[in-house]
């Protein structure tokens, strides 16, 4: 499948919450307990999202010129890394809508997300995940990730990722 990112606009968060809910509407079903705050999100979750629109953070992930994805690509993550000295790109909120999962389009994205990244001279790539979702922790392992610490949030217990791209 071929996909391009677009810099989402900040008038296009609806659409953002939407995917959010949708993913945690498919993990409860599931029985994954991971983002059920997205299912009825409080004014400081939507205030993050915000925030990350304004900023020009988030990205679209376009097939056939509908969205079937999100992310948010920052130069740093100081709530859930802190300050960190060496330069790095994170990955949050990484979503692909549930009529488009599989086909390893995540793995496509964490791929061109590599590239996009060493074309900025930064060889570095961190993430973060539910450390309950052991599905999700065993995926971005085989992506090439590597689990350097935990960090507990208000939410969950998150394991936080990195990947060298040298």
């Known amino acids: 499948m071929n996909f391009k990112f677009r810099q989402a606009n900040k008038y296009e968060i609806k659409e953002a919450l939407a995917m959010l809910k949708e993913a945690a509407e498919n993990l409860k079903s599931k029985k994954i307990e991971q ?4 299912l009825n999100p ?19 992930i376009i097939h056939n010129d509908k969205i079937i994805g999100m992310f948010r690509w920052l130069d740093e993550d100081t709530l859930y890394w802190g300050k960190e000295k060496e330069k790095a790109k994170y990955i949050h ?5 549930v009529k488009y999962a599989g086909n390893k389009i995540g793995e496509k994205i964490i791929e061109k997300l590599s590239e996009n990244a060493k074309k900025e001279h930064i060889f570095t790539l961190r993430l973060d995940c539910n450390a309950a979702n052991r599905k999700l922790c065993e995926y ?9 610490r935990e960090k507990l949030m ?6 936080l990722y990195e990947k060298r791209l040298i």
């Open 154 to 159: 208000p939410d969950s217990l998150n394991n």
């Open 42 to 60: 409080t004014e400081e979750k939507i205030a993050w999202i915000r925030e990350g629109f304004e900023n020009g953070e988030f990205y679209f």
């Open 140 to 148: 971005y392992e085989k992506q090439g990730f590597t689990k350097v």
């Open 35 to 38: 983002w059920e705050f997205w």
């Open 93 to 97: 909120s990484l979503v692909v809508k």
